[in-house]
């Protein structure tokens, strides 16, 4: 997602919202409607508590963040908690807000062993939610200069990684590779890193594809060694194509890298394209074909564990939630 700087207007309600019909009526109208809109609960609710030590398990919290346990060693990927995304203004949030809570609150998530950030963009870096989530404990490893953004003592430890570049991490070994993106924060920034990741915790292998257009770089990470999962950027194309993939380049992409199962995220949660709210997991599924059972998560909250196929695993329905119906106001 990109997000302009914007000038600092003076701080009253009334001053900011005048501010911005100004400087721009549509982002004005986006803005009035977002405050009106609540925010739905998520559909799904990962249980947790039945993850075991050994294999894979994962579960999409919502947008590009999924919890893992890999042999008992948990990862927190792109972790976005906050209602709101967006540059601060005086004590407000210009920015979009999320249509779907997380499927987990932050203060319930297991901690992570390892927090792995792909770049610095609003609806990755989320810098409220990664201040809440500073630990002794837990490590960070994320984009060539991307780390001023992080209060760096807070953590275990904070690495950037350029592509190509690994480090070890506990028992993962991470290794940033290639992606078809773009770093900025905001407009002039344009100094900052943007990654994918390969995971190999003992025999598991796993992919983060961050955000990307499509690229021959996943081609590159196909090995003699089978990749378990592929996390994949599966929304925002429209009319965004050559910042984020479509659904059915992430699937081509995550087969170049020869994954046995893709977990589609970047969708669902922050409406960043025009395509309809369900269209890109519907392109997913349709593309996948007979091979449906490929398609780890559909709805936020679900949950992949090993050796079983996603669907058996939707966890149980938040009383109230939507599901997989369309969501009001939305196409
Ligand atoms: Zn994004
Ligand atoms: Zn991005």
Same mark, same amino acid.
């Given at each position: 997602m990109k997000m302009s700087t914007i000038p600092r207007p003076v701080g009253t309600t009334q001053s900011l919202a005048k501010f911005l019909f100004r400087a721009s009526p549509a982002i004005w109208h986006r803005l009035a409607e977002d405050r009106k809109r609540a925010v739905v609960p998520a559909p799904r609710i990962p249980d947790?508590?039945?993850?075991?030590?050994t294999g894979i398990h994962a579960a999409w919290?919502?947008?590009s963040t999924v919890l893992l346990r890999v042999d008992g060693f948990t990862i927190l990927t792109d972790p976005v908690f906050s209602t709101k995304i967006g540059v601060e203004v005086g004590r407000y949030i210009v920015g979009m807000k999320r249509l779907v809570h997380p499927a987990v609150e932050l203060a319930r998530l297991p901690a992570p062993n390892l927090i792995l950030l792909s770049h610095a963009h609003m609806d990755h870096f989320d810098v409220p939610a990664l201040r809440k989530l500073e630990q002794r404990g837990t490590a960070v490893v994320t984009a060539? &200069?991307?780390?001023? $953004?992080?209060?760096?003592?807070?953590?275990?430890s904070v690495q950037e990684l350029r592509w190509d570049e690994s480090c070890q991490i506990g028992p993962a070994k991470i290794r940033a590779f290639e992606v078809a993106h773009w770093g900025a924060?905001?407009?002039?920034?344009?100094?900052r890193g943007y990654n994918g990741y390969l995971i190999e915790v003992g025999r598991h292998r796993i992919i983060f594809g961050g955000d990307t257009a499509q690229?021959? &770089?996943?081609?590159? $990470?196909?090995?003699?060694k089978p990749l378990d999962l592929a996390i994949m950027p599966i929304g925002a194309?429209?009319?965004?194509i050559h910042a984020h993939c479509t659904p059915e380049q992430a699937l081509a992409m995550a087969n170049d890298a020869g994954a046995e199962f893709v977990l589609p995220v970047h969708?669902?949660?922050?409406?960043?394209?025009?395509?309809?709210?369900?269209e890109p997991i519907e392109r997913l599924l349709l593309a996948a074909g007979?091979?449906?059972?490929?398609?780890?998560?559909?709805?936020?909250?679900d949950e992949f564990r090993p050796g079983v196929r996603s669907a058996a695993y939707a966890g149980p329905t938040r009383p109230g939630a939507r599901g997989r119906a369309e969501m009001p106001g939305l196409r």
């Open positions: 947790f508590s039945a993850w075991s030590d919290i919502g947008h060539a &200069s991307t780390s001023d $953004l992080l209060r760096v003592k807070g953590y275990k924060r905001k407009r002039t920034d344009v100094h690229t021959d &770089s996943f081609r590159r $990470l196909r090995s003699s194309y429209d009319p965004w969708h669902q949660t922050f409406k960043l394209g025009n395509e309809g709210y369900r007979s091979g449906e059972d490929r398609i780890a998560v559909r709805d936020i909250g």
